[in-house]
Nanobody
């Protein structure tokens, strides 16, 4: 009922920048927290950053000062600006959103399909 579609991944050299976008669509009544997670090969999925509907943000220590999360509530879209990228940032990046729809009585977390980010050294 809710679709999350990511875009903006790709290959970049160390020190470069990328901007990820994730648009939520469907029978959405409201969206609470939106965020980005990542999963490197052979590792568990980990938090990158989250942002509430009011704009409060949380960042992983490894991304503070380099990544910036933002959102456009009118467009149901969350962004992740990634600067000073490092090879260890290489992973599949997943968008997540806690949404309430016309069919759900509470917020339900949904996930995007993931977008690959590869940082070469």
């Amino acid at each position: 009922q809710v679709q999350l579609v990511e875009s903006g991944g790709g290959l970049v050299q160390a020190g470069g920048s990328l901007r990820l976008s994730c648009a939520a669509s469907g029978s959405i009544v409201s969206i609470n927290t939106m965020g980005w997670y990542r999963q490197a090969s052979g590792k568990q999925r980990e938090l990158v950053a989250t942002i509430t509907s009011g704009g409060s943000t949380v960042y992983a220590d490894s991304t503070k000062g380099r990544f910036t999360i933002s959102r456009d509530n009118a467009k149901n879209t969350v962004y992740l600006q990634m600067n000073s990228l490092k090879p260890e940032d290489t992973a599949v990046y997943y968008c997540a959103a806690d949404t309430k729809t016309y069919y759900s009585g509470s917020y339900v977390r949904g996930w995007g399909q993931g977008t690959q980010v590869t940082v070469s050294s």
